[in-house]
């Protein structure tokens, strides 16, 4: 293999900077102990896959930062540590001016990563964190949140989770009712983690494009929480994008297998950026070059592929995909350009 093209790397990175969907910090602070910011500095922390330094040497221009809370929690109990989980957020880019903005349209987005900072946008991981009423998504709104992921690992008591035992057979007539209102409001609907009876629902109802922020390739990897791909065909009717995990289980099948072999020994099998771009490969050849991104998961996992275990990666990736002969342009659509128009579509800027 030839060695990649770190010119063209750069000016791709350059002129659309890595829009990535989900990124985990804000629960990896909360679970450290440290949502308080007191005693942590995030312009440098090797701790976790995250720090301030890595993701401006990573090219990343916007981040959606996950809100995420447990979804086990009751609904009063989720909502407030929802609220928790955006306060810290702020605070979070507060404490880092110089690195980070807020934004919540695009025209804010384009002029955060103008100034030279990271666009950070906040995203709610699950259907629980709205508290089981539609009013709910209205002060999510308001509060900044521009996506929602419909379940978590658990169902809602209105949408069927990928991880969990069907209850809805995919949405309820109370879940289409959801899609509809995020819709009105302008929050994108997420499809990840969610099951496929769900997906296809909520393509059914939704009239604005979806994202999926955080899964991978079902064909290669039979894993539940990948995209099967009679789901990826259905995102060029609809606009939507799927934004590739980096997640090792959900990008190799030996690996998969391997974690859940209760009989396995030695080392796991290799996983490498190889992997991520044959993900990425396959959701552009079935959905097409206008619906394919990224979205890293990045501390919101156990295990990450070599080259790929931390957000300085991205370069790499970019580099691998140069290599099989992409585009400057469709590289472009892939690390932010796809992003965008969704976020755009949905929010009227």
Known sequence: ?????????????????????HNDLPWALREAGLSTLDGVDLTTQPR?????????????????????????????EAVTQ????????????????EYLSLATTVDEAHAVVTSGRIASLLGAEGGHSMGGELDGLDRLYELGVRYMTLTHNDNTA????ATDSPRSGGLSDFG???VRRMNALGIIVDLAHVAATTMNDALDTTSKPVLITHSSAQALTPHVRNVPDQVLARLASNGGVCM??????????????????????????PVTVRDVADHIDHVRDVAGIDHVGLGGDFDGCP?????????SGYPRLIGELVNRGWSKEDLRRLTGENALRVLADNTGT
């Open 1 to 21: 293999m030839t060695a990649p093209q770190p010119d063209l790397v750069a000016e791709v990175l350059r002129d659309s900077p890595v829009f990535d969907g």
């Open 48 to 76: 976790f896959h995250t720090d301030l330094h890595r993701l401006r040497h990573g090219g990343v221009g916007a981040q959606w930062w996950s809100v995420y809370v447990p979804s086990t929690l009751p609904d009063d």
């Open 82 to 97: 929802t609220l928790e989980q955006i306060d810290l957020v702020h605070r979070m880019v507060a404490a880092y001016p």
């Open 158 to 161: 209105w949408a069927d989770s």
């Open 176 to 178: 289409r009712d959801v």
């Open 244 to 269: 590739v995990a980096f997640v090792a289980e959900f990008v190799n099948e030996s690996f998969r297998q391997w974690v859940h072999d209760r009989d396995r020994e030695g080392p796991p099998p």
């Open 303 to 311: 295990e990450l592929p070599d080259g790929l275990t931390d957000v």
